[in-house]
Nanobody, 130 residues
Framework: QVQLVESGGRLVQAGGSLRLSCAAS????????MGWFRQTPGKEREFVAGIHWSGYSTDYADFAQARFTISRDNAKNTVYLQMNSLKPEDTAVYYCAARYSGGLTWVRQNVPKADWYDSWGQGTQVTVSS
């Protein structure tokens, strides 16, 4: 029903910036909590950032707190992840995720949990060179 498509990943030098985008189709985007996760080979999906359907509340992983910003434009059915001061350890496939009707269960304990989300995009590769 709802498709998520990430874009914006590329090779970037350490210290550089990228803005990832996640475009959603369907009629339920505006009511969905959205999250960004990342994954490297041999590791579980790692929470990066989450945002309430209204944008009123956000949550970040510790490593992302000072450098990354999640935002959304519901009119464009798009969520963004602005990444600044990138480090080689940020290299990963970045995934967009949606929890539909997420406002009903938006509690701090849920947002970082990958299995709380209903839908996932295909991912976009971010590579940070040292």
């Amino acid at each position: 029903q709802v498709q998520l498509v990430e874009s914006g990943g590329r090779l970037v030098q350490a210290g550089g910036s990228l803005r990832l985008s996640c475009a959603a189709s369907g009629r339920t985007f505006s009511s969905a909590a959205m999250g960004w996760f990342r994954q490297t080979p041999g590791k579980e999906r790692e929470f990066v950032a989450g945002i309430h359907w209204s944008g009123y509340s956000t949550d970040y992983a510790d490593f992302a707190q000072a450098r990354f910003t999640i935002s959304r434009d519901n009119a464009k059915n798009t969520v963004y992840l602005q990444m600044n001061s990138l480090k080689p350890e940020d290299t990963a496939v970045y995934y967009c995720a949606a929890r539909y009707s997420g406002g009903l269960t938006w509690v701090r304990q849920n947002v970082p949990k990958a299995d709380w989300y209903d839908s996932w995009g295909q991912g976009t590769q971010v590579t940070v060179s040292s």
